[in-house]
Structures are given as C-alpha cells and as structure tokens.
C-alpha cells in the first residue's frame, strides 16, 4: 500500500539549534517526493520537491531534504531555526502522469514544529 | 506572483443546505485537486482533474458531493444536503508537472 509516515507528531527546539524532521514513504513506483509548510489558517506552501538527479535537494527559506532510497526516507533539515518556521510540515509522495503532468499527492499527518525562545 | 483563490474563505451553514465552494486555478496549469483536512483525518483527496476532465473522485462521498470545471479558470465543489461532519476546511490547488499549489481554503462549518 502507498503511504507517508512522519513518526514525530510535534517537535519543539530552540531557535538557534538545528532541525530534522523524519519522513518515510511505501510508494510502488518512482517516488517523486514534496515538502510542504502549512501556518496556522492558512494554506500549504510548497517547500521543496524531488524528482531525480541528486538526492539533496534545496527549498525555500533555507529548508533542504535528502533523498535516501535504500531508506525510502526524505527527511527535512535546516541548520538554524528561526521563530518564523514554527508551524505544521507535511512530507507526502506522488508521481506524474503520462505526459508529465502532475499526479495525485499521498500526504503524511504533519509534524507540528514549536520553536523556543 | 500566480496563486490559487478560493471564495468563500468561510462559510457557516446550516444541515441540509447545498454549500458551492470555488477555485480559480493558476492560469496555465492543467490539474486541479480538492482536499479536505481536519484534526483527525489530516489531508484527504477528494478528487482531481486534468484538462477539466474527471481523473479521480473516489475520495468523495458520491451521494452528497459533486465536482465540476465548467472551464479552465474554475473549479466548483459541492455539496448537498451538507451534514455535521463534512465540517473542515476545504483546499483546491492545481499543478502542471512540478508540484501542486495550494489555496488558502475555504473553512466550512455545518450546524
């Protein structure tokens, strides 16, 4: 069965300290791979993707995440946390359609993210 | 700066009502999906398009809930007679190839 797994519902650092946040994925086909952030009351923003080529991908406000596929994990980092990156992050896993359009997305749960003063 | 708009950002109703949601897509992009997300499902596919043409729609309860693009800059979902549990906050994105983009989402609420 095709399914995202975020292990960690919510965690809490202190800004300044580093962050990982664990995803793994079942997914029959090549997986193409997405993190999106979602603050309160508002919509999903897309983070960062993967489709091929090298498996350490960069994303928007400093995030990057890691494809390991011997792990089926993608798990997201950023070196710093900022105030501002506390809210809700979604892993989830898809793959595109003939022709290369996109396909439907299978979502974890979230993990919510705290951050400390 | 594209983005996908929805209307109404919130809507209250009462059960038994039809509830209409709408989403504009952004130009150009030729699939669009509806989500729905709450506290204990998390995010759920209800259905997608591509071109305007029904791709998926086993997510959505078929009796109550309907989805339609009458063209390519609009995307309705609807439902009827609404009921307690379909409150949730509804979200459409559309996408072309490198990810889907999301609207703000239209937070529905069912006495």
């Known amino acids: 069965a095709q399914s995202v797994t975020q292990p960690d519902i919510h965690i809490t650092v202190s800004e300044g300290a580093s962050l990982e946040l664990r995803c793994n994925y079942s997914?029959?086909?090549?997986?193409?791979l997405f993190w999106y952030v979602q603050s309160p009351g508002q919509g999903l923003q897309l983070l960062l993707k993967?489709?091929?080529?090298?498996?350490l991908v960069q994303g928007i406000k400093g995030f990057e995440a890691e494809f390991k596929r011997s792990q089926s994990s993608f798990n997201l980092r950023k070196p710093s946390v900022h105030w501002s990156d506390a809210a809700e992050y979604f892993c989830a896993v898809g793959a595109m359609n003939y022709g290369g359009s996109q396909g439907n997305l299978i979502f974890g749960k979230g993990t919510k993210l705290s951050v400390k003063p | 700066d594209a983005r996908v708009t929805q209307t109404p950002r919130h809507k209250v109703t009462e059960m038994g009502q039809e509830v209409t949601m709408r989403c504009q897509p952004i130009?150009?992009?030729?699939?669009v999906f509806w989500y729905r997300q709450t506290m204990m499902q998390g995010l759920e596919l209800l259905a997608y398009f591509r071109n305007r043409a029904p791709l998926d729609d086993s997510g959505m309860p078929k009796d109550r809930f309907s989805a339609e693009m009458p063209d390519a800059t609009l995307a309705t979902l609807k439902i009827q007679p609404s009921e307690p549990r379909d409150s949730a906050v509804y979200f459409c994105?559309?996408?072309?190839?490198?990810?889907?983009?999301f609207g703000p989402g239209t937070r529905l609420t069912v006495t």
């Open positions: 997914y029959g086909a090549t997986p193409y």
């Open positions: 994105a559309s996408g072309l190839g490198g990810g889907q983009y």
């Open positions: 993967y489709f091929s080529g090298d498996t």
């Open positions: 130009l150009g992009h030729n699939t």
